[in-house]
């Protein structure tokens, strides 16, 4: 979440269940779980591409407003009392 609210790019493992608001390419950039080569290569990626680094990080500042610590605490109470 740090990362999102720095407008910093994301490089991380595709979730189990996916989320809608994770825009691989986007937002963030997606690999396979345990897969090690497919981590490097994307970090390499971001690392090499400045437009690429430059899209992520405004998707990450966009995404940031998702997952605020207000709206965390508010779905979670939402949630309870379903």
Not at 52 to 62: D, F, K, S
């Amino acid at each position: 979440m740090a990362c999102l609210a720095h407008g910093l790019p994301v490089v991380s493992t595709a979730p189990r269940i996916p989320l809608p608001e994770l825009w691989d390419g986007e937002n963030v950039l997606l690999v396979p779980p345990d897969d090690p080569v497919a981590l490097s290569e994307a970090v390499a990626q971001v690392l090499s591409d400045a437009n690429l680094r430059a899209r992520l990080a405004a998707g990450a500042r966009e995404l940031s407003k998702l997952f605020t610590w207000e709206k965390i605490a508010r779905r979670t109470v939402e949630e309870a009392y379903r």
